[in-house]
């Protein structure tokens, strides 16, 4: 595997370093300080990462949760809920209908506000308070909503998000209102809500919180450090392949980068980087069809529509951070239906793990890949389900078995049981 280093101790800080974090160009290299001034994307157009001079090794992460991992992050705390420390699901029954060497589900709608969406609402809040800003915003098909405004409401700022109107599950809804965000409905889908958040970001309206944003990806980048030291703990090795689902690609990009960051430090052999493998729905899929067709730019998709809200996006900001990310660990992506998506949702329940329609697209995927070839039996795979099962209730109870009228007696009950 040949593994593009791009961040490292070889490269020394530059003047724009605080320190020792900055934020750097992924095309041109250009620098820039991390707190001075509001900063989505370089000059040139192209996406920020945040860098750092000093790269942590297993040894120096202590206590739980993302903060646990503050040596590679940009502060030691954050303001929390807290956050992370997610489990690692066994799925035995589904692991052998699989057919893998060992599979694990890594559950991040266990975070406060069910979805991943928290760990990088901890950091990113956390800049805002640092550039002094009074409005946070974001677009969102609704997890984003969420966790904004929890984090946002814990922070004592207000907050501002903006909706495909008809289009979000209601009890992603109901956790933004209830935390007290101001929520707009916009006429038009998941990207014309981001392009006016954009806009009203470039204005001085508001800072951006969706994953354009560098500081959210580096508290989602936990989600790697977690299952990396889980999967060695249970194992004694890392897993051989993370399956996860895409939507503006930003798990992608920030397990890419936790993946580079530990290379870079030594805490982590290149063979042993696991294959990141993307899943997308097949009505919202520009990710899978710029692997499969070699591609090193995604087409904006303007029409999409899936089951899995939560992916239900057609222009992946993150995409020229994830795309290489895919490519370079030996992955591969895949586009799901629906129905396989609500077949591996219910797989999963009999599980006990309950998630929402997107978070399954992961083990959708898995099964899709697995008949295909592409997934080798005695691969050790970790799939990432990104929301809790209550984030769309509706959608768990048209999956799930329908409520049986019975007579208002024991013996009609037990009637009704014996028929």
Request: hydrophobic content about 40%.
């Amino acid at each position: 595997m040949e593994l593009t280093l791009t961040t490292g101790r070889e490269l020394p800080p530059p003047d724009a370093a605080e320190d020792g974090v900055w934020l750097q160009c992924i095309d041109c290299d250009e620098t820039y300080a991390p707190f001075d001034e509001i900063r989505y994307t370089c000059d040139c157009g192209s996406l920020l990462e945040v860098r750092y001079d000093d790269l942590p090794d297993w040894d120096d992460f202590e206590g739980r949760g993302v903060w646990r991992y503050s040596a590679a992050l940009p502060f030691d705390e954050g303001v929390s809920l807290p956050e992370g420390d997610t489990p690692l699901h066994r799925v035995p029954r589904l692991e052998s209908a699989v057919g893998v060497e060992s599979l694990r589900v890594k559950h991040e709608g266990m975070n406060p506000t069910g979805s991943f969406k928290d760990r990088g609402m901890t950091v990113g809040v956390r800049v805002a308070g640092e550039l002094g800003v009074d409005r946070l915003a974001c677009a969102s098909t609704g997890n984003t909503s969420a966790a904004l405004a929890a984090y946002g409401a814990r922070a004592g700022v207000e907050t501002l998000v903006l909706l495909p109107a008809g289009k979000v599950a209601a009890g992603k809804v109901a956790q933004a209102s209830l935390h007290g965000a101001r929520i707009l409905e916009v006429d038009g889908n998941f990207d014309t809500c981001l392009d006016i958040v954009q806009d009203l970001a470039d204005r001085g309206e508001a800072y951006l919180l969706n994953s354009l944003n560098p500081f959210r990806l580096e508290g989602q980048k936990t989600i790697g450090l977690e299952i990396l030291e889980a999967h060695r703990e249970d194992y004694g090795e890392y897993p051989d392949r993370i399956v996860l689902p895409v939507g503006n690609a930003g798990n992608t990009a920030a397990l890419y980068k936790c993946f580079r960051e530990l290379v870079a430090a030594g805490a982590l052999d290149v063979d042993d980087v696991p294959k990141l493998t993307g899943v997308q729905a097949e009505g919202a899929a520009p990710m899978v069809e710029a692997i499969e067709e070699g591609n090193d730019e995604t087409r904006r998709w303007d029409h999409v529509e899936t089951i899995a809200t939560a992916i239900r996006i057609g222009n992946p900001v993150n995409a020229p951070k994830a795309l290489p990310g895919i490519r370079e660990t030996g992955g591969t992506a895949v586009a799901v239906s629906d129905e396989e998506i609500t077949d591996a949702q219910r797989a999963l329940a009999g599980e006990g793990v309950g998630v929402e329609p997107a978070s399954a697209a992961s083990v959708a995927g898995l099964r899709k890949l697995r008949e295909r070839g592409d997934v080798a039996a005695d691969e050790r795979v970790v799939c990432l389900t990104t929301g809790h099962l209550l984030k769309d209730p509706d959608a768990a109870a048209a999956a799930g078995a329908k409520p049986q009228p019975v007579p208002g007696d024991t013996d009609g009950v037990l009637a009704h049981l014996q028929d």
